[in-house]
């Protein structure tokens, strides 16, 4: 009535609706390469077939009591397969994923297991050697303690007493060297006070010495 040329120029195909075997044949088609068991594919088939009828009959008492109709087609069908055959692949896939790093963890845990017992053996191996070690380092220590107190400080003693000689005679030979520059500071003038007198002699002054018989 709302659009008589469309009714006019096309034909409409009505097609009925699919009994219960081919609801089912199609769900078990679609559902064959599922990777799932055969009495859970059975029942998956028939929880399909049983939505499908239900919306159907809800559809149709509700276009009875509304006046509106909501088209449940063999579409529909195939779209609810296809996404339960959509969201199982998807759920497997998290629990595949949540699967794999559940036992990388636990494989992880078992190595550091493993590597915790192998230490432990290695630090039992190693008791041995570390207890005689710590015993031989105490008594090195008491020997080097000894030495020190037995050896050392003594002949620090006697290097210091040393020290203090040498830092006296030092002092001594500084005090004769300062007293020997004094001297010799007043020796150089009267010396070059000599030699310039000497240069002053003439040779007629060592004839008149030498003539004399008692000069």
Not at 117 to 130: G, N, R
Not at 165 to 192: M, Q, V, Y
């Amino acid at each position: 009535r709302q659009f008589p040329s469309l009714v006019n120029c096309c034909t409409i195909d009505w097609f009925s609706e699919w009994p219960n075997d081919a609801l089912e044949a199609v769900a078990l088609k679609f559902l064959k390469d599922v990777d799932i068991k055969a009495e859970q594919r059975t029942h998956i088939m028939s929880i399909c077939k049983t939505f499908h009828q239900n919306v159907r009959d809800l559809s149709a008492q509700y276009a009875k009591d509304a006046g509106r109709v909501n088209y449940v087609t063999p579409t529909s069908y195939l779209e609810l397969i296809t996404a339960f055959t959509t969201l199982l692949a998807s759920k497997r896939n998290e629990v595949m994923s949540a699967k794999t790093r559940y036992e990388v963890g636990l494989e992880k845990l078992r190595f550091t297991e493993q590597q915790v017992v192998v230490m432990q053996d290695e630090l039992t191996a190693l008791k041995p050697t570390l207890i005689k070690t710590v015993a031989e380092t105490e008594a090195l220590l008491a020997t080097v303690a000894k030495e020190k107190t037995e050896v050392v400080e003594p002949k620090k003693a006697v290097v210091d007493a040393d020290v203090k000689k040498a830092e006296a005679a030092a002092a001594a030979a500084n005090a004769i060297k300062t007293e020997c520059e004094e001297g010799l500071a007043e020796a150089i003038p009267i010396l070059n006070s000599a030699i310039a007198a000497l240069d002053t002699i003439k040779a007629a002054d060592i004839k008149l010495v030498q003539s004399f018989k008692n000069p």
